[in-house]
């Protein structure tokens, strides 16, 4: 009886060593399959992300082009105006906007924002600035 107690022992060492490496031969495959899975994803979200960026750089340089003409025409727009105002009046400054700036806060000019300031309201603003 203690023999076949011996041997049925070690028929289930021997059984229970073949399923543990069984069950860790499982195991491995398994994770490797679910690491092999993860990346496929990732990869995946990465070429997506690839593309999304290469949509906004193409976007980006349309943009930059827009932009560049549409200052380079500011820049023309500007210099006509400049040209027209020298060759109208000479010696007449113009702002940004062909406005002359010649007789800004003279007598009559309208050019400022607003109603016009009496000289003693103008006194009493710089009064409250200066302290």
Same mark, same amino acid.
């Given at each position: 009886?203690?023999?076949? /107690?011996?041997?049925?022992?070690?028929? @289930?060492? /021997?059984?229970?060593?073949?399923?543990?490496? &069984?069950?860790?031969? $499982?195991?491995?495959?398994?994770? !490797?399959? !679910?690491?092999?899975? @993860?990346?496929?994803?990732?990869?995946?979200? *990465? %070429?997506?992300?690839?593309?999304?960026? &290469?949509?906004?750089?193409?976007?980006?340089?349309?943009?930059k082009k827009? $932009?560049?003409?549409?200052?380079?025409?500011m820049v023309? =727009? $500007?210099?006509? *105006? %400049?040209?027209?105002?020298?060759?109208?009046? &000479?010696?007449?400054?113009? #702002?940004?906007?062909?406005? =002359?700036?010649?007789?800004?806060?003279?007598?009559? #000019?309208? =050019? %400022?924002?607003?109603?016009?300031?009496s000289e003693?309201? $103008?006194? %009493?603003?710089?009064?409250?600035?200066? /302290?």
């Open positions: 009886m203690e023999k076949v /107690k011996v041997e049925v022992n070690e028929e @289930i060492r /021997k059984n229970c060593t073949e399923v543990r490496k &069984e069950m860790r031969d $499982l195991v491995e495959r398994e994770v !490797i399959r !679910i690491r092999r899975d @993860i990346q496929e994803d990732v990869d995946k979200e *990465i %070429r997506k992300f690839e593309e999304k960026l &290469e949509e906004v750089m193409k976007e980006l340089e349309t943009v827009d $932009l560049s003409e549409n200052n380079r025409k023309e =727009s $500007l210099k006509d *105006i %400049r040209s027209l105002g020298k060759t109208s009046s &000479e010696g007449n400054d113009y #702002d940004s906007e062909g406005r =002359s700036v010649n007789n800004f806060g003279k007598q009559g #000019d309208n =050019s %400022r924002v607003g109603s016009k300031v003693e309201g $103008l006194s %009493r603003e710089v009064n409250v600035l200066k /302290k």
